[in-house]
Structures are given as C-alpha cells and as structure tokens.
C-alpha cells in the first residue's frame, strides 16, 4: 500500500511565524505535489516537484516555497505566515503509469 | 481553458437512491479523468477513473459516463448508502504533463 504521511496533522501558528510543512512518501514515487484545499475552491495546486531537487510552481504559489532534498520527501514552507493562509494543506505523490494521485491524511494550518 | 466545473455543490439523497455529480472541462488535451472520494479528516483517494476512448466505466454501484463531444463527464452512485456520505471531486490531466485540475467538490449526504 501506498503511504503519503503528512507529520503534522493540527497546527496553529501567529502571523509572521515560518511554518515548515513536512511530507514522505514509500513508494518511491518521482512527482510529489502540496494542495490547498478551501471550501468551495477544490484542491488548487501550490507547488510540485517532478525530481529530486526540482520544483515548479503550481496555480497559487505566492507566499509560499518548497524544498526537496531527497526523492521521499517534500516540504512546504511559509516563510512569514498569514492569516489568508489558514486552510488544509494535501501532500501528494504521483503514480504512473496512470497519474493516480496518492494523498496524505492534510494539515490543518491556522494562523492567528 | 483549464478549468474543470463540478455541480451541485451539496446533495443529498436517500438511502437507495442514485446520486449524480457532473463535470464540465474545456482543455480537449486531457486524457485521464479521475474521481476522488474524501471522507471527513481523511485524504482523497482515487475512487474510479476514466480515459477518453470510452464512453463509460463502471465498477461496483459506481460508474462514469463520459461525453467527449461535449466535453461532460458524470458519476452515478447506484444504491446510495449512508457509507458514501462523503466529499467527491472529479478531476482532469494530462498524463503527459504534471498539472491535476480539480473541481470544487459535491459534498453528498445520504440519509438513511
């Protein structure tokens, strides 16, 4: 079975704090992927890495950054958070063939 | 051009019944549909998907119909139980790419 675990599962953070997002996948898995998720909107795509190393920005990447050092981990990193960015964050690695997304259980993130 | 549109929003349904949620895309590159289920204070996960050269796919009480002309595709939940009270989001992408397009989400309740 695939796992995606995401460390933190509940966090409340003040504006202005660094907030590390932390995410690690078994499967051994290239792609890996950080979503917000809010009411209403659906999942919208922060950022994704398809390599050790390499990153790229997804839909909404203002205010945040990743790090991805080795191929099982992926990090989400609020550099100075907000209170606009209170929300569920989702890990996720990809499959392939066939692009199946595996996802992590969230982080719930608020920021006071 | 990247947008996926899911409607209803909310439904709910009684135990028995069918439940259906549609989806609407634009981008005639995709080719991979999936739909995610999500249940509360858990991640998605991938409960059926389709390609473009069908027209429908079912597995158990859970089947997609998809409509390339027009660019729609459905789920119909067959028997609703109060077990598949849950968050469903289709999704689009192109396997050849990186990039998952989600809808909003349906969230379905289904009395029993």
């Known amino acids: 079975d695939v796992k995606v675990t995401q460390s933190s599962r509940y966090l409340v953070k003040r504006t202005g704090e660094k907030v590390f997002l932390e995410c690690v996948q078994d499967m051994d898995h290239e792609n890996m992927f950080w979503y917000r998720q809010d009411p209403g909107l659906g999942l919208r795509l922060i950022y994704f890495s398809y390599d050790v190393k390499m990153k790229e920005k997804g839909d909404i990447p203002e205010g945040y950054s990743v790090s991805r050092e080795k191929k099982e981990r992926f990090s989400l990193i609020l550099e100075s958070a907000s209170t606009n960015q209170t929300s569920m964050y989702l890990c996720a690695s990809r499959g392939q063939p066939t692009g199946e997304l595996f996802f992590g259980e969230g982080s719930r993130l608020t920021v006071l | 051009q990247q947008q996926v549109k899911q409607s209803p929003q909310s439904l709910i349904v009684q135990k028995g019944g069918i439940s259906i949620i549609n989806c609407a895309y634009e981008?005639?590159?995709?080719?991979?549909f999936p739909w995610y289920q999500q249940f509360p204070g858990k991640g998605p996960a991938l409960l059926i998907a389709i390609r473009p050269d069908v027209s429908e796919k079912k597995e158990g009480r859970f089947t997609i119909s998809f409509n390339k002309s027009a660019k729609q595709f459905s789920l119909h939940i067959m028997d609703s139980q109060p077990g598949d009270s849950a968050t469903y989001f289709c999704?689009?992408?192109?396997?050849?790419?990186?990039?998952?397009?989600f809808g909003a989400g349906t969230r379905l309740f289904v009395k029993a």
């Open positions: 981008n005639t590159a995709f080719d991979y």
């Open positions: 999704a689009a992408t192109n396997t050849g790419g990186f990039k998952t397009i």
